[in-house]
């Protein structure tokens, strides 16, 4: 059996717009929200190049950038600009998938912020129930939107490594069964 693309496997699992969309939106979410809590750390520690983004002595929170991507996405999908209908193009639905995503991440890590209407991102309020919720509805919904893609590729790694012999993939074995 020739050996299969990550490409292949992909569009096997993500043929449906709808279904693309969750899964990069999902995947965008779970790692700008990793990436976020990396830099914010690096800045607490004074780590690397980064630092607080400031603008005339007021600190302006990820938050607000969470926001904005929020807003902008959702404005080109009232306008039905890159909804990943048909007749869009699927760049674009792409495109505004990871954006909405990030923007969620971003948005969603400073939940605190809103909550206590304070900033408590480093007191334990802050951290302990945000991260946990957070983190742990990223990881299910990447855990649900392609579970079934990330199980054909670890199979297809596995069968190319000698391991496996070639089976149908999960997807395939559903349709049919």
């Known amino acids: 059996m020739a050996r299969r693309s990550l490409r292949s ?20 979410f779970f790692v700008t929200f990793a990436i976020t809590r990396s ?4 800045i607490r520690r004074h780590i690397g ?13 990820h938050l607000v950038w969470g926001i904005f991507s929020l807003l902008g996405v959702g404005y080109l999908w009232l306008d039905q600009i890159a909804t990943g209908m048909e007749q869009t193009s699927a760049l674009a639905s792409r495109l505004t998938a990871l ?9 969603l890590d400073e939940f605190a912020l809103w909550l206590h209407l ?5 007191a334990k309020q802050g ?4 991260d946990a919720v957070v983190l742990f509805a990223s ?3 990447v855990g649900f939107w392609g579970r079934w893609f990330f199980r054909d590729v670890a199979r297809e790694v596995l069968r190319v490594a000698g391991h496996e012999q070639p089976a149908q993939t999960t997807h395939e074995a559903q349709r049919m069964g």
């Open 118 to 122: 304070e900033d408590v991102y480093w």
């Open 139 to 141: 990881l299910l919904s």
């Open 99 to 107: 954006l909405y995503g990030a923007g969620a991440a971003l948005t």
């Open 49 to 61: 190049p980064f630092h607080n983004v400031s603008r005339g002595g007021l600190h302006i929170h």
């Open 39 to 42: 830099i914010t750390h690096a």
């Open 127 to 130: 951290r302990d129930s945000v």
């Open 9 to 28: 496997i992909y569009f096997t699992h993500f043929s449906g717009r709808r279904q693309e969309r969750q899964f990069l939106s999902a995947m965008s």
